[in-house]
């Protein structure tokens, strides 16, 4: 594998450390989460109280804490081992079967008896949080228990490329916890990256990475990262405070600003296009930085990859986790041009939507030959967008718009229309299928909403039994009066 210049932050040179992700070994140490999701809508006030009345519609659980950094490892290709603490109760019963799904995770659970597992429930409306229940006790772990931590991290470290203390503030990372980890992981030669919640960061001595938000290098150092400059000047502070080898302050919708000794300071521009929820981000950005310093990037290049990481994260609802493939599609579309990167193939729509579904985000479908787009696309478009969280558009094929259409069509060709397809606000991906039905296409994406217009019958519309099955719904669009390709055709061709 080409090695590139180690401050070679080009998409092209990033893209490189993603073969070696697959061979990355990391080790999460810290508080362990469960993570419960309770969505759906409110429609009244409660008569008991000025409070909304939430509908349940849909629960989900996902690992939180220390634990989404583990997953976030695993997503992005790597092999993770993850120790931290749990109680006797049903909660660290639901963590372990989770764990038992992932073979990417070897999950280390120490019990303690008496004590909670962490648990934190959002209650979640029309992708707005309206209430978070926190379950949990936040004293240190007893000395029996960090002996047991200390075992655990002693059998793991030897394969590890990378140690990540995730630290939540739930007890799990005592000072002589993190004393002996930073120094198990010295002698081992194994660099150490500490995501901090404590108030001052001494406690986090010897590290090789801090990575406070804005807020956290803020309280800690007395100095608001507010700018680059001020980021920076923060930065320098936390790194002196816990004599770290580098500081990653990760500023949200600022981007990052990376200190290290000997160079000058990092300013990495964000990389979100749209923020849907920030819940934790940070931990991918760890998880990201992690897998890529033990692929053998270079600091700032894993830094780089991990912002393109965050960028992804906060696109999706609640806490979620990036694919490595989410990662190379980011890094492509910023090389590449974006009409390009919303033309996919059938695999690719596959994979794409799937991910949209993880992240809580509903999938509508419509399909055409969209020969000549008028007003009447551009509004029933708008309209098919407004009834999902994100839009797919399947394109007749040339050899298909021929046989339904006869031989003088498609004025423009399939590039061409899928270029323009792509290039319309209200889509967010577009691929070409060669059946004279797109039947296949929507078995094989299954999007939440069927989308056609009004001119069709609900038993006309192709596939919207397939969708209907798997519990998505038909939505049909009115058309509007007086614009047609067949039309725009015809004008175009009559005689003066």
Known sequence: MPIPDPDLLAEDQLAIWLEGFATARVLVVGDIML??????????????????????????????????????????????????????????????????????????????????????TRFMAGGHQLLRLDEEVAEPIPPATEDLVL????????????????DYGKGVLTDRVLRAVIALARDAGVPVIADPKRVQFAAYTGVDVLTPNALEVTQATGIAAGDDESAAAAGQAAR??????????????????????????????????????????????????????????????????????????????????VLRAEVADALHSHAAHALDHKVVDRATAVERVAAWRRAGLK???????????????????????????????????????RRLKGPTRPVQHEAARATV???????????????????????????????????????QVVGADVVQAHGGRLVLIPLEEGH?????????????
């Not at 047609?484 to 003066?496: A, D, E, H, V």
């Open 240 to 321: 002196a405070q816990a004599a770290a080898g580098a500081v990653l302050v990760t500023r949200s919708e600022k981007g990052m600003t990376l200190v290290r000794d000997g160079a000058a300071p990092l300013h990495v521009p964000t990389r979100a296009r749209a923020v849907a929820d920030v819940s934790g981000a940070g931990d991918t950005v760890v998880a990201a930085l992690a897998v890529a310093l033990a692929a053998g990037a270079s600091l700032p290049q894993a830094a780089a990859l991990a912002n393109v990481a965050a960028g992804i994260a906060v696109g999706k609802l609640g806490t979620a986790t």
């Open 484 to 496: 047609s390709t067949t039309g725009t055709i015809q004008r175009m061709t009559s005689p003066k």
């Open 421 to 459: 397809m792509a290039a319309m606000e209200a889509v967010d991906l577009v691929l070409l299928f060669g059946e004279d039905t797109p039947l296949d296409v929507i078995t094989a994406l299954l999007p939440d909403v069927l989308v056609k217009g009004a001119d069709y019958r609900p038993d």
């Open 35 to 120: 993570d419960r999701y309770v969505s759906g809508e409110v429609r009244r006030i409660s008569p008991e109280a000025p409070i909304p009345v939430l509908r349940a519609q849909a629960r989900r659980r996902v690992l939180g804490g220390a634990g989404n950094v583990a997953q976030n490892v695993a997503s992005l290709g790597a092999l993770a081992a993850l120790v931290g603490v749990v109680g006797d109760d049903a909660a660290a019963a639901e963590i372990a079967a989770m764990l038992a799904e992932t073979p990417a995770i070897a999950g280390r659970l120490i019990p303690i008896a008496g004590r909670p597992t962490a648990v934190k």
């Open 151 to 166: 075992a655990a991290i002693v059998e793991a470290l030897p394969d590890m490329g990378v140690v990540v203390l995730s």
């Open 363 to 401: 999938v509508g479908f419509t399909n055409g030959v969209f020969d000549l787009i008028h007003p009447g696309h551009v509004r029933s478009l708008a309209l098919a967008r407004a009834a999902c969280d994100r839009l797919v558009v399947a394109l007749n094929a040339d050899a298909s718009v």
